[in-house]
């Protein structure tokens, strides 16, 4: 019988992973690639959280000690929904700045035209959520039968809803204002006017369109809001089983570690399943959970009061970061691989096989019956380059966003630990489990950590970024997301600052 071997019409190379370079332009890539990572992370609200979180006395006139608790955990929310609110407005803002707008045709649209527009468009609902913090607090301490803060704590799930409330209405805001004053947005409406023509429009009132757009919002939006939520959940039940000795503490290391591996893939899982292509996406599902999970895992490290414990466990924590990663990038090399080998084997043609080709395409009795199959073999090549290229950007985004969830969950547990350790509506002295093996004081003892902790980290990623870059992962596309990264970032920041903030709250 004869058998041919069917392979492209032009040579088609086989995908091979990126090994150009010597090993030294490797590690300049890596290192600028960590560098600008750093600066991506935008330290500089976080800090201004921490100091409006534990100084929050603006309000109310009264020093920390006259406060009680419901005034202030109210004034704390009611900082973190104006940061929250606000920041939002900003970066929404921008979006629209490259837009033209119909009453100024000739040049882009100014940032503070844009932001003027969506904060005058949400002002009532920006307000509410703002002030809404407060009642729900104090509404708790009237029906709860004591006015202890750990009641209060579930004031925080209420007020999420605010903010998922607020963010729906932000986006329809931001939308309209597209849709019904720029340029772009009205050149859309006419056309999809025009493309429903042919369509018998369904009757419906005005307020229940307006209905369904909100709630098809709010579904879209709640995923970030669902991942605050169990990270609140999770801060909480760590804030009431806190370690009290080494083992304790390497047990929970370890399980905190597996829940948010276990939390990474199961969300990446179901967003790869619904076919999410937008990289902005992985950001998000990546680095909620790692700086949520990671703060409370490096603050129970520096509760331990003990140098050789805080160092000896960050040291452990980048073996295991160094394993995952290296364990990922061989399963990403492995699925490349069997997947080439299917893309790129050589079709075997029988005449039986010709035959039920020309059964199925008549066309190719008067033509070369293999052209069919050279084309359906072209078209599977392609189509596996672009598999690949989509799995490398969303691993490079996935390894991009572990990074710097790192580096703000480090510097979110040293900032907390440093200015809520003396603060006195908490107590998070008494919970070291250790006598000081240094003769340092405490607050040149936090720097000496900090230090070492941030040059391991910084080892750590330059290692890793090695071995990915030499596997093909590049890193430099993620650039043009540094506007993005910044504010969700700076966003996380906030608010895991604000869980644990409440969630550590002295019980009164």
Not at 37 to 65: E, M, Q
Not at 391 to 417: K, N, Q, T
């Amino acid at each position: 019988m004869a058998v041919m071997d069917v392979r492209p019409s032009t040579p088609l190379p086989l995908p091979v992973l990126d090994r150009t370079g010597n090993l030294l332009v490797r590690v300049r890539r890596s290192v600028r690639t960590v560098l600008y990572l750093l600066r991506t992370v935008g330290l500089g609200l976080l800090w201004t959280a921490i100091s409006l979180f534990s100084d929050s006395n603006f309000f109310t006139g009264k020093s920390l000690v006259d406060q009680n608790g419901p005034e202030f955990l109210s004034t704390t929310m009611v900082w973190n929904q104006i940061m929250f609110c606000g920041f939002s407005i900003a970066t929404q803002s921008a979006f629209l700045t490259k837009q033209r707008f119909i009453d100024r045709p000739d040049r882009p649209a100014g940032y503070l035209l844009c932001l003027r527009r969506v904060f005058k468009a949400t002002f009532v609902v920006n307000t509410f959520t703002s002030v809404f913090p407060i009642g729900v607090v104090f509404a708790l301490n009237a029906a709860a039968s004591s006015s202890s803060s750990c009641v209060l704590r579930w004031s925080f799930y209420i007020c999420s809803f605010a903010s998922l409330v607020f963010t729906a209405s932000l986006t329809i805001a931001v939308r309209r204002i597209f849709l019904e004053t720029s340029i772009a947005g009205t050149e859309r409406q006419k056309k999809k006017i025009f493309e429903s023509l042919s369509v018998i429009p369904r009757r419906e009132g005005q307020w229940k369109r307006q209905s369904r757009q909100f709630c098809r919002v709010l579904f879209q939006t709640s995923p970030g809001t669902l991942s605050s939520l169990f990270a609140a959940g999770y801060v909480q039940a760590t804030s009431t089983n806190l370690p009290t000795s080494q083992r304790d503490l390497a047990i929970f290391a370890v399980c905190s570690i597996g829940l948010k591996l276990f939390d990474q893939e199961l969300i990446k899982l179901v967003t790869m399943k619904r076919k999410i292509t937008d990289i902005r996406t992985m950001f998000l599902v990546v680095a909620v959970p790692t700086v949520l999970i990671d703060t409370q895992v490096r603050i129970m490290l520096q509760l331990a009061n003990s140098v050789v414990t805080t160092v000896g466990g960050s040291v452990l924590m980048a073996f295991v970061e160094i394993g995952m990663r290296t364990g990922k990038m061989h399963y990403l090399r492995w699925k490349i691989h069997r997947k080439t080998r299917r893309a790129y084997a050589p079709i075997l043609v029988t005449p039986s096989r010709v035959a039920s080709m020309i059964t199925i395409h008549p066309v190719l009795e008067t033509g070369n019956p293999l052209s069919e199959t050279r084309r359906q073999r072209e078209e599977s090549v392609r189509n596996f380059e672009t598999w690949k290229m989509q799995l490398l950007r969303f691993h490079a985004a996935e390894a991009y966003a572990d990074m710097a969830a790192e580096y703000m969950a480090l510097a979110s547990s040293a900032m907390i630990v440093a200015v809520y350790a003396d603060h006195p509506k908490y107590e998070l002295r008494q919970w070291r489990f250790e006598t000081s093996t240094s003769n340092s004081t405490d607050s040149s003892r936090y720097i000496i950590l900090l230090e070492l902790q941030l040059a391991i980290e910084l080892v750590v990623d330059t290692v890793s970024c090695v071995v990915e870059t030499a596997n093909g992962v590049n890193f430099d596309e993620l650039k043009k997301y540094e506007s993005f990264l910044m504010a969700l970032f700076v966003v996380i920041g906030v608010m895991d600052v604000q869980i644990t903030a409440i969630m550590y709250l002295q019980c009164e």
